[in-house]
């Protein structure tokens, strides 16, 4: 038994030896190569049932249609992730159990063998992610009407996922006791149930159920693009991966029609999450699941951040003056100075110092790179130049920022702050529909597949599985 502390960031590296494993589970680490495979042994001192196998090894298999060529070949005993949109095949597919949660039954391979087949709705949302910073609102608009939702779950997934108009799933959107979360999640993108801002009053802005070309077309043409005048954008999605190869290259084909030039640029998960911690993309994908089930899982990304930095949409307004002489003051009497001098309605924090880089900054609050030049002159410092950064400011910025506050001071249990916290929710989720940060297309299902021999349970919505009851059965002499 292991006691201590961690950091959070121990918990999710990948550097050197990797993560620091601790846990009560079934199974214990043995092994770890980055990239490749985890394997796991049985813990014999596990409190609960089982587990009954000696060791799970997870394998890392980029591309699906290797992965799921691996399983029709006995090569692998589950398909954690399904097989490839491509290769589904809904009448091959036969449901024996429905457990509300998760729903069983077999699958027909092409290759002419029967497998155990598992789907669940899973709390998980497929989008489209913007880099505010390098994408113009217009474009990120225009994106957004040109996307059929119905269309990518229908043609794409073949109706296995469900279209998404908002980031939260159905399953944890917004309910007060008694309310089906579905029905309001249902009701706020149809007919503006519950908006919080006036604009979305009738619901989700941008079409639901069919592309709006020339919608997309006016707000290019008012943004000044035109055919003489064409937008050129990079869309980056994951290697290997059919769906998104698929509304990638539709949306690209479309957008000729908005003037958007869009080049398309595969590269695997690690890539892309790194490339967007350091903002280098204009557009990529993404789905991302719940760790919890409540809306501020996936909503905490939304408002502006104080700091860009792990922002992926780099949503946010700064406005940062270099070569300060703060004359031997220290950052908090900088930071009083400046801020009295500009005489702002917004909170002192929101003025950051950095006296180690000479910087004085400004973060979401509409100051100009005059205004906190005059003020820091006003405040008897020397400096440089101040520029604008991150996106352009948006006056949602410190309205959603002001709501957020809100999400902070109402975590609480008791009703009134779920209520508090639920119309925060519905505010960032119309603040997105305004700022295209991200761009909802459909919700999960997550599918399953086990070899005849593996005896197992489907998992539920929330994905978590221990497979401490895991048998295998010995086809030794078959």
Known sequence: MWEGEYEYNEYFSTDGDGPFFAGVGPFQVDSWSKGD??????????????PYIDEIVYTVIGNQQTRFSRFKNGNLDVLLEGMPTAAFNPDRRSISRNRGTYRTGSYELDTGGTVNYGEAPALDTTYLVFNAARTPKAVRQAIAYLINQERISQDVYKGLQPPAYHLTPPGAFMAREGENPGENYNKHYQDGHRNQLDQFSDG?????????????????????????????LEFTI???????????????????????????????????????????????????GMEWPESDNFLRFIPPYDSPSGMFTRWTYQVVCSDVDFDGDGTDTVRSNVYAELDGDFPEDHVKV??????????????????????????????????????????????????????LDNRGPSEEATRARDEVYYFQEEVNWAAVQELPLVHSVT?????????????GTMEDQTFNSLTLEDTSDS
């Open 447 to 459: 599918q399953r597949l086990w070899q005849d021999r593996v005896n197992a349970r489907m998992a």
């Open 354 to 407: 950095n006296t180690d880089g000479n910087q004085v900054s400004v973060a979401i609050e509409n100051v100009t790179p005059d205004e906190l030049e005059s003020a820091i002159n006003d405040a008897g410092y020397n400096y440089g130049e101040a520029e604008s950064t991150q996106a352009p400011f948006d006056p949602l910025m410190p309205r959603s920022d002001r709501q957020w506050d809100t999400y």
């Open 238 to 288: 994951f290697s290997g991966n059919s769906a998104w190869q698929s509304i990638a290259q539709t949306l690209r084909d479309k957008a000729t029609a908005a003037y958007i030039d869009i080049s398309i640029v595969e590269a695997d998960f690690g890539t892309i999450i790194g490339q967007a911690l350091d903002g280098a993309m204009d557009m990529f994908s993404l789905s991302d």
């Open 37 to 50: 495979q985890i394997r796991l042994s049985a813990f014999d001192d596990y409190y609960g049932e089982g």
């Open 204 to 232: 989700y802005p941008y079409g639901v159920a069919e592309g709006r070309i020339g919608e997309a077309q006016r707000v290019m043409e008012e943004a000044g693009y035109g055919e003489d005048n064409r937008y050129e």
